[in-house]
């Protein structure tokens, strides 16, 4: 579905940045200018744009750049060798409104464990803590241990990060914890989970969804009933190939168009898969929910947070001489697990593959009948619905 109610904004949004080359820039690509586009059907026409598209994109930075009418403030780089360009602080990436609907405030002391290093996810949470007035202590990615001794320590009342590292966390403090609330993301929360930990450490949880690229998405209200919506996109649920908007409750891809005036990014095709709900939330905002993330339209995969990308695979591979395949499955705690069969021994392949893709392998694997790298998601992401 498309959420045409909203689609009026998409049309003025359009029209007044008609001039933007970045706008021009994804337009013509699909043969098209703003003054073709008067209403769905017309905007339909215009090629959805991919993560590997702004990849490729980004590879001549000099000339990416140019595409957009100031300098950005930040550049980063996510998995895959992806620039990510901030330009706008706080009304670009948006998630102090994901904190503020999870009850985070000026009083809060905030440990923020997502990396400051390259990747954006730490500014995020970061300019999102400062915009409401909260107390911020940039932990980044260090071991739970380190993490907990420094909530201890500071008697941080408010955690940011994965669902893992928060359980990692919160079984070092024992009764030393003052967390009251977690904001979660990159990670998918059971009901079990979030009543598990509730219960047993007394901590309210809160999950969002979002990308490097355009930032919050939709995050959970204090009913918990689904993820709403951002107002500042515009979210299509497509199929796979984008040709058809999917019912309610089906599988599809989630597309955006980001109506943001310094870095205007139209039909972006997150390649998440999701379902999506027509139903009213006691909390009064918009009824049209998304119920979470289910897989990925790609062979690419997120892990722990972090993507590993097909053609970032296929580089990898080649780089150290091996042909690869990578399983990616999650225990019975839910803990995703990484196992990587190879056709040949490589010394210390460990710590190559943390280099590149940032998370640790479980096993690896020496298999010689391996015939062409694949990367094999086996985790069950229904089972939970």
Partial sequence: MAFLKQFSKVLSFLKKNSEHPFIQYQLERSGLSVSDIKDYDDFKKIKVISRKDLADLSKNLEDYLKLFEVCPQKIFESPGNIFNLLFDKYYQYRFYKALEISSFSACDV???????????????????????????????????????????????????????????????????????????????????????????????????YGTAEVGLIATECEYKNGMHIDDELFVEFLSVDHTEIIKEKELGEVVVTLLNEKFPLIRYGTGDLSQYVLKECKCERDSIRILGIFGRTDSSVKVKGVFIHKWQFDQFCKENSIVGRLFVNSDYDNFDYLILKISNNVENIHEKFKDVFKVSLKEVVIDEGIKENEIVDKRNYIKNL
């Fill in 110 to 208: 905030v440990i923020n464990t997502f990396a400051y290093h390259l990747t954006p996810a730490g500014e995020m949470f970061e300019e999102a803590s400062e915009k409401i007035g909260a107390t911020v202590v940039p932990v980044g990615p260090v071991s739970s241990e380190k993490c907990a001794d420094l909530v201890a320590r500071t008697k941080a009342t408010a955690f940011i990060g994965t669902k893992s590292f928060l359980k990692k966390v919160l079984d070092h403090l024992g009764s030393r914890n003052s967390l009251i609330k977690a904001y979660l993301i990159a990670e998918k929360v059971t009901e079990a989970e979030r009543t598990e930990l509730t219960e047993k450490y007394n901590i309210e949880i809160y999950q969002g």
